[in-house]
């Protein structure tokens, strides 16, 4: 809380009271007076604060009285009281109540104490107090308490006088503050009158207020006091001490400058007083000299001895005058700075020189001081040149420092590594005690030069000078300084002082160009010259001085962070030369680091000459093991890297040091910043450059930027891990460093690029004549300044290109590689850079830039075609959409192949154009089509590489398809440019000279390209030929819309057509030797081991294309005029080719002649008069793989192609295309399908004619694909000729197809044609045969009556092909063996397994049968007699059939037919015209009932049970069918059918079965169906004919007889065999006898009694004995079915009545 509130007053008082009780109670009983005062005291403040609200300000008006009795306590001396009551009077002070009279009161109270000896420091604390609280104390008064203070500082105590000493520095601090607070009070009111000029009064001071006339008082005392003379106003001081007083003064000019500069009186002091004081301390110090040239190091002085306290403080005072008051003292600061500089002498105590180094430095950080000194002195006319000297004076200093004087001990020359002082050191600094550093190993940062070596001591921060021994304000004796500080300090100077006038001079420079910018021309201010002249002033001032004394430290200094500081100063100083036009200080600077950069001895031949004597000697990079190198060398720097110096000669290596590669640093530093600034220098800057990259093996990389290295050659290179480091960084400011060349203004520009070009030539005639590695700095360099100058590139684009072109066509690769990729990456950049105005509206700058791309293509070497082809690739990837006029040129560097170029050149070339193919047509002028056509098309005809002939071929389809899409734009472009070259050519007279002429150019493009891919289609390379014929038929056929019509007669008779011949002839004179492999080894298809085989491909191709043209595009071509013409030489062609000896062309041809049949006859619509030109496109679906292979989509093109050939419609130069025929009319084509049917008749019957016999082996069989497909063109011909087809051509078609199936296979073929023999399968083949007979039959059966007798002919044909299961055909005299006997291996022929192909015609038959039986033509045929007698022979064979099927499916035809025929036959048995027939049909039933085959012994009793129900079906068919209509039958006909059902009653046994099977195989199911069947017939009530009942009769009477006479053999064999059983067969005889007897029975019972003869009777009864003799038999089964024979006979013994009457009549 403050000491005015009401809480503080009231403890004050509360307080004050307690102190004077205190006090009368301590006063008691020794001193009674002071106990009174107190008590007094009491009631008086007391009474104080009843009375007054202020009381403070009572209690300070009161304050004598109120401190009197303190004071009389303090009288008393008695310690305790006084402590009392000092304590008191120091409350009343702080809380300022003391008035001016008690102040001196107190003063005089505590002057008494003091001279008593009492209380010390409680003294010096209230005099404090009281001073610093308020202000109440002035003039004498103040002096008094000064002067206690002084006189207590010289005490016997040390802590009275320490604490006395800053207790006076406080209090001069505090009248100094007085002062000031004084002149801030009165800064507002009006200014008092000027001081009296010239007043010589030191006295008079009438003119200042109070404080200052204290303070002044004060200042001019002490003045007096370090002058050893007496004070004026200080009264009473008894002792003083000179240091003590310059250190007064030096705080209060320090702290105060103020008011020494405001007021004069003060100025006054400083000149008169301060500085001649300070001059006459000097003395000593200056004309001591420490020791002469022969005494020892430290000869006793003849004059006054320097000492260090007076001499350390006057520099301190120094320092102060020139930092506060270089204005009012110029002169006397020129003595200051003479003397300062003297002693920095060499002669001069260590000490002293220390202190002085210190001062100067001080000087140092203050740039704007420097300035003035310049200024004030260098600048003026016989002046000292104070600021040079000073500059000269750090050097000398320094310089000093390193030389070893020789007097005294031999300094050892070389200290260990790491660096120990030496005795030399020692002496040479004088410092006594100063002991070197103990040897070994440090990293201590020190200089070091011939064996001197001084350690470097962190001294201070930059720009400050924080001093050592100028602050050693309490040391008497002069310090021992150690080793190396004074250097230290003298570096921070050096460094402090450049970077200071730098900093101060660029600020200035920086603040004068913003002005200028704001003026903006308007004219300059008068002053600026002035400026600039104390810029440059101070720059020649200095500079030489600075870069010996930093050349000098460079070269020493084995610290990194020293080295950077020296060469950071050295940098600045070149770049602020540079910007000052300062032109020889900025060389020598740059050429002093040029120097340091490169190693020791080699520099100089560089920087004297400026002529690099480059070499190419390249290096590698190798191990990387740090080398340190022995003491014994001159450097103690680390060796970083070990490399080649850059010399024509190779020389030995040459070592690069830390320190090199900092110095390289800092100037690529300098060429980055200060670029602008270097002007010529750029020579000097670029070849150092260059040697240094050169020896670190850093080697440009894309865009030309360095990077390091890798091993190319040899050890002559060592890097080591921490320059490897170093090495990115390196190559990455490089390369900022050109690209700061952005920056630069044109003229600079040009300077670099000059030094660049000259160090290019150098390295260039340097490469001639070996291959060793070239320097590529300058061309790498060359690169990157034109890539970063692009927005200026006209100005130095053809001196730098015609530059490298010159390179690429160097001998060496390095070099000439270099050289390209330098044009190319700039071409590059050229093209994509933003440009203003844009290279569209620029096409000079554009065709500018493009033409040394060109020239290039003049280049022999292939890398540089590659990289000019590279270059072209990637200008299209990124700048194709632009290149506008520039296409020809570009398209002139991809078509500039050749076959002896090599496969990598044409494959980059390649790239490039199929970039241009699928981007960027769209963007180029339609002119330029054609050549990208050609350019196309070269590529498919160079045989370098196959993949590229291929894929330019797929370029080619995808142009097509571009003039497709873009075909009216194209056509437009075309015929402008069309319409000018017209004129052109009409005024020069000439005709026009185009490919294709009459033809409108649109049209003529596509002629181009169809030409171009005719070429290919007959290259000698078949995978070509193949791509090639592709693309054309698929781009005529997708594309030919747009043609005009006239145009087409050029494509079909001199493209097409032309094509087809060239293939015929290249096919038949082909090589028919096997090719081994296809290049490499690429193994290759037997189907294509041969050129014969390999041209075969090419004509399947070419055929089926044109084939394929002919279908699409039949309705246009037909207006042609010629087009039956153009057919017939088809037709040949399909001919020609399907009669070759080459099944796969044969077969290709037949393929083809498909597709011309697939062609549907166009019917025009009345409302539109265009075809659709895509109108039957669809393949048949027989061609299981298009020729084509994948076909390409295409657009409806009508539109398009309308609108193409309206606008020819009118056009004079093109006749008009042919008038479409009206609505409605069919086009007549009968002709050309009569053409087609005879080719097809022509081949059928050449290929199917069997050899002749003579030949004992076939030239050639045609395979069986050939003729399935030669088959199964007949139902598409035959479709087109079905309105004039006659029996003639029918006979024609019979030859061949029976011709077709005749033909055998080839063993070898026969796995892939062939079924496994018991696949009942057809083979397509013979599937075809019997479509085409189908389609035949279905067009008679729909056709018109005259049609039907061409029935019996297809019936004679397919009952042709059902003999064929028993009987194969024979094909000439060629001997076929069986399918299953057959070795594939050897060349045999096969027949065909023609079984299921013969059941397969039999099924048709019987279908064709079933429908046709009652047509005329088939009864009056007799078809019905020839299928009976073709069935008698798979019916007769039975068993002995190839297979097994056909017997049983010839039954089931059988039975089929005649369920039909039959009926058909007894409705015509008047006409005669069946009468043939019944013989045949009896044959047949015997044939097969009764056949004389065996069955086949693994037969299992299953499946003979089944052929039995198929022998019972036929008889039922006899029962059902036959016998019951015997009337309508010829009559030998139904005996022969008695006779044989008899002979299968009766069971005959066959003596092949076992006895297990004997019951089943005897077919006694059979048996009794025939015999019930007789029997049915015998007693059928319906025998109308007495001659049919005879058969009957006699029939059974036949039977019974027969059974009579088993019974009786039984019965004799049984006797006779006695216990032996009878044979398996005889029992089972005699069992099947009883049965039938029993049967017969039965049969007699269900008969009306009159329809049975009474013979009949009488022989069955007859056999009743014959039975009652075999009840003896001793077999089982035997007497089960005699019990069944004998059980009906009961019925005999009583005979009915009506039998009788019956018997009667």
């Known amino acids: 809380m403050s000491t005015s509130s009401p809480e503080a007053v009231k403890k004050l008082l509360e307080n004050m009271q307690t102190d004077l009780r205190s006090l009368s109670m301590e006063c008691k009983k020794k001193f009674p007076p002071v106990k009174e005062a107190a008590e007094s005291g009491i009631v008086k403040i007391k009474t104080i604060a009843a009375r007054n609200t202020d009381i403070l300000a009572a209690l300070k008006e009161n304050s004598s009285e109120v401190v009197q009795p303190f004071l009389m306590g303090c009288g008393t001396k008695e310690p305790k009281i006084t402590q009392l009551c000092l304590a008191a009077i120091q409350r009343l002070m702080s809380h300022e109540v003391v008035s001016e009279a008690a102040a001196g009161n107190i003063i005089n109270m505590l002057w008494q104490l003091m001279e008593n000896g009492l209380e010390e420091l409680k003294l010096l604390q209230t005099v404090l107090v009281l001073l610093t609280t308020n202000t109440v104390?002035?003039?004498?008064?103040?002096?008094?308490?000064?002067?206690?203070?002084?006189?207590?500082?010289?005490?016997?105590?040390?802590?009275?006088?320490?604490?006395?000493?800053?207790?006076?520095?406080?209090?001069?601090?505090?009248?100094?503050?007085?002062?000031?607070?004084?002149?801030?009070?009165?800064?507002?009111?009006?200014?008092?009158?000027?001081?009296?000029?010239?007043?010589?009064?030191?006295?008079?001071?009438?003119?200042?207020?109070?404080?200052?006339?204290?303070?002044?008082?004060?200042?001019?005392?002490?003045c007096q006091l370090v002058n050893a003379d007496a004070p004026y106003w200080l009264v009473g001081m008894t002792e003083m001490t000179r240091t003590f007083g310059l250190e007064l003064l030096e705080s209060v000019l320090n702290d105060f400058p103020g008011v020494f500069l405001q007021h004069q009186e003060f100025s006054f002091l400083l000149k008169e007083r301060v500085c001649p004081l300070v001059i006459k301390l000097f003395s000593p110090n200056i004309k001591f000299r420490q020791g002469s040239s022969g005494g020892s190091a430290a000869s006793p002085a003849p004059v006054e001895k320097p000492y260090f306290p007076i001499c350390m403080r006057l520099l301190r005072v120094v320092s102060v005058l020139i930092k506060h008051f270089y204005s009012l003292l110029v002169t006397e600061c020129e003595i200051f700075l003479s003397l300062l500089v003297k002693f920095l002498d060499g002669e001069k105590p260590q000490w002293l020189r220390a202190v002085a180094v210190e001062s100067v430095h001080r000087l140092c950080v203050q740039p704007h001081l420097l300035r003035s000194f310049c200024q004030s002195y260098d600048m003026k006319q016989h002046s000292t040149k104070v600021f040079r000297d000073i500059v000269n004076a750090l050097g000398s200093f320094i310089q000093s420092l390193f030389i070893v004087p020789s007097a005294g001990n031999p300094a050892s020359i070389n200290p260990p590594t790491g660096g120990s002082g030496s005795t030399a050191q020692t002496a040479a600094q004088g410092g006594p005690g100063s002991a070197g550093v103990s040897g070994g190993l440090t990293t201590q940062a020190a200089f070091e030069y011939r064996g001197t070596w001084i350690p470097l001591v962190t001294v201070n921060v930059q720009g400050s000078a924080k001093a050592t021994y100028l602050e050693m304000l309490d040391k008497v004796e002069p310090p021992s300084i150690p080793e190396g500080y004074a250097m230290s300090v003298a570096f921070s100077a050096l460094l402090d002082l450049v970077r200071g006038i730098t900093c101060m001079i660029e600020r200035e420079l920086a603040a004068e160009e913003e002005a200028a910018a704001l003026r903006d021309g308007s004219l300059d201010t008068p002053q600026e010259p002035l400026v600039h002249q104390v810029w440059e002033e101070m720059v020649n001032a200095c500079w030489c001085g600075l870069l010996a004394a930093l050349s000098l430290l460079l070269d020493a200094s084995t610290d990194e962070t020293a080295t950077e500081n020296i060469l950071k100063a050295e940098l600045t100083m070149a770049s602020l030369c540079g910007r000052l036009g300062l032109v020889t200080p900025r060389d020598a600077f740059i050429t002093a680091i040029c120097k340091a950069s490169l190693p020791p001895h080699y520099a100089l031949t560089v920087l004297s000459s400026n002529a690099a004597n480059l070499s190419n000697k390249s290096y590698s990079i190798q191990g990387q093991s740090v080398q340190i190198i022995s003491p014994s060398s001159e450097s103690h720097q680390q060796v970083v890297a070990v490399g080649q110096p850059l010399t024509v000669q190779p020389q030995g290596t040459v070592v690069l040091t830390a320190k090199n590669i900092q110095c390289m640093r800092t100037l690529l530093n300098l060429s980055h910043c200060h670029g602008a600034v270097l002007g010529t220098s750029w020579q000097l800057v670029l070849a150092t450059l260059q040697h240094l990259v050169w020896i670190l093996g850093l080697k440009p990389g894309v865009g030309g930027v360095l990077k390091p290295g890798r091993a190319v050659e040899g050890p002559s290179t060592v890097l080591t891990t921490a320059v490897m480091t170093d090495l990115?960084?390196?190559?990455?400011?490089?390369?900022?460093?050109?690209?700061?060349?952005?920056?630069?203004?044109?003229?600079?520009?040009?300077?670099?690029?000059?030094?660049?070009?000259?160090?290019?030539?150098?390295?260039?005639?340097?490469?001639?004549?070996?291959?060793?590695?070239?320097?590529?700095?300058?061309?790498?360099?060359?690169?990157?300044?034109?890539?970063?100058?692009?927005?200026?590139?006209?100005?130095?684009?053809?001196?730098?290109?015609?530059?490298?072109?010159?390179?690429?066509?160097?001998?060496?690769?390095?070099?000439?590689?270099?050289?390209?990729?330098?044009?190319?990456?700039?071409?590059?950049?050229?093209?994509?850079?933003?440009?203003?105005?844009?290279?569209?509206?620029?096409?000079?700058?554009?065709?500018?830039?493009?033409?040394?791309?060109?020239?290039?293509s003049n280049v022999l070497h292939a890398d540089i075609r590659h990289k000019q082809l590279e270059c072209v690739l990637q200008i299209l990837q990124s700048q194709g959409d632009s290149l506008g006029p520039g296409w020809p040129l570009v398209l002139g560097v991809i078509g500039a192949i050749r076959n002896d170029q090599g496969e990598s050149l044409i494959r980059t070339a390649f790239q490039c154009l199929q970039l241009v193919v699928t981007d960027f047509l769209p963007t180029m002028p339609c002119t330029c089509l054609q050549i990208v056509v050609d350019v196309a098309g070269s590529f498919g005809l160079q045989n370098q590489e196959l993949n590229i002939s291929l894929t330019s071929i797929g370029l080619l389809w995808n142009i097509s398809d571009y003039f497709f899409q873009r075909g009216e734009a194209i056509t437009e472009e075309l015929e402008q440019e069309e319409a000018l070259l017209q004129k052109q050519a009409q005024e020069k007279g000439e005709p026009l000279n185009r490919p294709f002429h009459p033809a409108p150019p649109f049209d003529c493009l596509w002629l181009c390209l169809y030409a171009k891919l005719g070429e290919l289609c007959v290259d000698p390379r078949p995978a070509v030929r193949k791509s090639a014929g592709q693309t054309l038929f698929s781009t005529v056929n997708a594309h030919g819309t747009l043609l005009q019509q006239p145009t087409w007669h050029i494509v079909v008779w001199k493209v097409l057509f032309h094509l087809l011949d060239c293939v015929r002839k290249s096919s038949t004179t082909a090589d028919k030797e096997k090719i081994e492999s296809g290049g490499g080894n690429i193994l290759i298809h037997h189907s294509r081991d041969t050129a014969e085989k390999q041209w075969a491909e090419t004509w399947v191709l070419t055929l089926a294309g044109v084939a394929r043209i002919f279908n699409t595009r039949r309705y246009p071509l037909q207006q042609l005029g010629d087009f039956f013409k153009a057919w017939e030489v088809l037709l040949d062609h399909i001919q020609s080719a399907a009669l070759s000896k080459n099944n796969e062309v044969s077969l290709a041809a037949l393929k083809s002649f498909q597709e011309i049949l697939q062609i549907v006859t166009p019917v025009k619509d009345a409302d539109s008069v265009k075809p659709d030109p895509l109108a039957a496109m669809g393949v048949p679906p027989v061609l299981v793989d298009g020729p084509l292979g994948a076909g390409r989509p295409l657009q409806r093109s009508d539109s398009l192609a309308e609108r193409l050939a309206q606008r020819y419609m009118n056009s004079a130069q093109f006749a008009a295309p042919t008038p479409l025929p009206p609505p409605g009319e069919e086009l007549d084509d009968s002709a050309l399908w009569w053409s087609a049917?005879?080719?097809?008749?022509?081949?059928?019957?050449?290929?199917?004619?069997?050899?002749?016999?003579?030949?004992?082996?076939?030239?050639?069989?045609?395979?069986?694909?050939?003729?399935?497909?030669?088959?199964?063109?007949?139902?598409?011909?035959?479709?087109?000729?079905?309105?004039?087809?006659?029996?003639?051509?029918?006979?024609?078609?019979?030859?061949?197809?029976?011709?077709?199936?005749?033909?055998?296979?080839?063993?070898?073929?026969?796995?892939?044609?062939?079924?496994?023999?018991?696949?009942?399968?057809?083979?397509?083949?013979?599937?075809?045969?019997?479509?085409?007979?189908?389609?035949?039959?279905?067009?008679?059966?729909?056709?018109?009556?005259?049609?039907?007798?061409?029935?019996?002919?297809?019936?004679?044909?397919?009952?042709?092909?059902?003999?064929?299961?028993?009987?194969?055909?024979?094909?000439?005299?060629?001997?076929?063996?069986?399918?299953a006997n057959a070795k594939y291996n050897q060349a045999e022929w096969v027949a065909l397994n023609y079984v299921p192909f013969a059941e397969r015609s039999l099924e048709v038959v019987v279908d064709l049968y079933q429908k046709t039986a009652c047509h005329k033509a088939v009864i009056n045929e007799k078809v019905l007699q020839n299928i009976i007698k073709t069935l008698r022979m798979p019916l007769g064979l039975k068993y002995s059939c190839p297979a097994e099927s056909t017997w049983k499916l010839a039954v089931s035809s059988l039975l089929k037919v005649l369920s039909i025929g039959l009926p058909v036959a007894r409705q015509h048995a008047s006409s005669g015209k069946f009468d043939t027939m019944w013989p045949e049909l009896a044959c047949a039933f015997e044939d097969f009932l009764f056949t004389k085959s065996t069955p086949p012994d693994n037969l299992s009793i299953q499946e003979f049970q089944k052929n039995e129900a198929i022998d019972v079906e036929v008889v039922q068919l006899i029962s059902t069918e036959i016998l019951p209509f015997a009337n309508f039958i010829p009559k030998d006909f139904v005996g022969q059918i008695m006779a044989m059902l008899n002979k299968g009653s009766i069971h005959s046994q066959s003596s092949s079965f076992t006895e297990a099977e004997i019951d089943i195989r005897m077919r006694e199911d059979f048996s009794k169906v025939c015999f019930e069947t007789l029997l049915q017939f015998s007693f059928s009530n319906k025998a109308s004919t007495p001659q049919e009942g005879y058969i009957s009769r006699m029939a059974l009477s036949v039977l019974l007889q027969r059974a009579q006479d088993v019974l009786r053999r039984y019965v004799e064999d049984e006797r006779l065999s006695g216990r032996c059983p009878l044979p398996r067969q005889q029992v089972t005889e005699i069992i099947f006898v009883l049965k039938a007897v029993s049967t017969l029975m039965d049969s007699l019972k269900k008969t009306q009694p009159e329809n049975v003869d009474g013979n009949t009777w009488a022989q069955v009864i007859a056999l009743y004995p014959t039975l009652v003799e075999c009840i003896t038999c001793s077999s089982s089964e035997v007497s089960s079915a005699l019990k069944e024979a004998l059980g009906p006979f009961k019925d005999f013994m009583q005979p009915p009545v009506s039998k009788v009457q019956n018997g009667e009549s």
């Open 1237 to 1379: 049917w005879n080719t097809w008749y022509r081949t059928g019957t050449e290929c199917t004619r069997p050899p002749p016999p003579g030949a004992d082996k076939p030239s050639f069989i045609p395979s069986q694909p050939f003729l399935t497909a030669l088959v199964q063109i007949f139902p598409a011909l035959y479709a087109h000729v079905k309105g004039g087809f006659s029996m003639e051509d029918l006979r024609k078609l019979g030859v061949i197809l029976h011709g077709a199936v005749s033909v055998p296979i080839s063993s070898d073929a026969s796995p892939f044609i062939l079924p496994s023999y018991t696949e009942a399968v057809l083979t397509s083949m013979q599937e075809a045969v019997l479509t085409a007979l189908d389609v035949l039959q279905k067009a008679i059966c729909v056709g018109p009556e005259t049609l039907q007798v061409m029935y019996p002919a297809i019936f004679e044909q397919l009952l042709l092909f059902v003999e064929f299961s028993c009987k194969p055909p024979q094909y000439g005299k060629l001997e076929t063996k069986h399918v």
């Open 137 to 222: 104390v002035h003039d004498e008064v103040l002096s008094k308490a000064i002067v206690l203070c002084f006189r207590l500082h010289f005490t016997k105590d040390n802590i009275t006088n320490n604490t006395a000493a800053a207790t006076v520095r406080q209090v001069v601090t505090v009248v100094f503050e007085r002062m000031v607070a004084e002149d801030e009070c009165f800064k507002g009111m009006a200014d008092e009158p000027p001081p009296v000029q010239g007043n010589s009064n030191r006295r008079s001071v009438s003119t200042l207020r109070p404080s200052a006339k204290d303070a002044y008082m004060l200042f001019q005392d002490l």
């Open 728 to 856: 990115p960084v390196i190559a990455n400011i490089l390369s900022r460093l050109f690209e700061s060349s952005q920056y630069l203004d044109d003229v600079s520009l040009h300077h670099l690029i000059n030094a660049l070009c000259s160090l290019s030539m150098e390295a260039m005639e340097m490469a001639y004549g070996n291959n060793k590695e070239p320097s590529l700095f300058a061309v790498a360099k060359l690169l990157e300044t034109g890539l970063v100058n692009m927005d200026r590139i006209e100005i130095l684009w053809r001196p730098l290109t015609a530059h490298l072109l010159e390179v690429c066509q160097h001998p060496n690769a390095r070099m000439r590689e270099w050289g390209a990729e330098a044009v190319t990456s700039l071409i590059k950049a050229g093209l994509s850079y933003k440009h203003e105005p844009p290279l569209s509206q620029n096409q000079r700058l554009q065709l500018l830039l493009l033409n040394p791309l060109k020239e290039l």
